[in-house]
């Protein structure tokens, strides 16, 4: 039997949060509450709001939504979890995507928008990448995307985890681009919230094996509070 459902659960040493929208408008209006809410805590704690962006395709419209609200955007700090090894201007750049979709749009300043240098190719962006990142507190938000294969940022299955740094070069991806930029493991679980974002049919079985106690790399973000999942599109078995 499938349903649509709120639920936790506990699987490989990760609790996960399930939230269930009736629409893909509905989830993303709830995301951008979230994500709003998370800035407003940060900014009162720490006077700044550390966001990591996921990519693909899933995210868009949130960041869209986002564009058109009013923020503290001078106290907000930008990151992404991966980046694609292609031009800065090519359409498959997760920093090209969030630029147009909402960066572009708001105060945010430049200085504090930082994207993975992944033109610079794996290996030169990621020493970059980490570069950016030494120094920098705990994050605040983490946003992650789950890819068919049960892929997050580009942390890929039957590939090795590599925490030797807080960015790492991704090599011969199973997804277009094979030549990546990831930040690690280790790095992505230091954060006060993850939130995933999955929506879709093609989710379908990464979300079975999720759940169902496979370790696939969406299981790797295992934080102590948990992790919230907010599914438009799949059924929970
Ligand atoms: O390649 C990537 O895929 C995942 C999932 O993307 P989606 O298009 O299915 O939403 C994404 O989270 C990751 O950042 C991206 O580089």
Redesign the pocket.
Known sequence: MTQNLNETLRVNGQQSRWHAFETQDSLNQAAVKRILTAADGAISKYGSFLIVL??????KSVYQLLSKEQADWSKWHIYH????CLPVDHAER?SLMARQAWLNHVAIPQNQIHDIPAELGNIEGAKAYTQTLKGVRTFDLVL?????DG????LFPNQAVDNSADAVPVFDAP?PPPE?ITISQNRLNNTHEVMFLVTGG??QQAVDQWRSGVAIPATLIALEAGVDVYYFGVSLT
């Not at 992650?144 to 068919?148: F, N």
């Open positions: 996921a990519g693909g395709s899933t995210p979890n991966d980046d694609r997760n992650l995307g789950l890819g068919e892929h997050t940022a580009s997804k990546r093609g989710k």
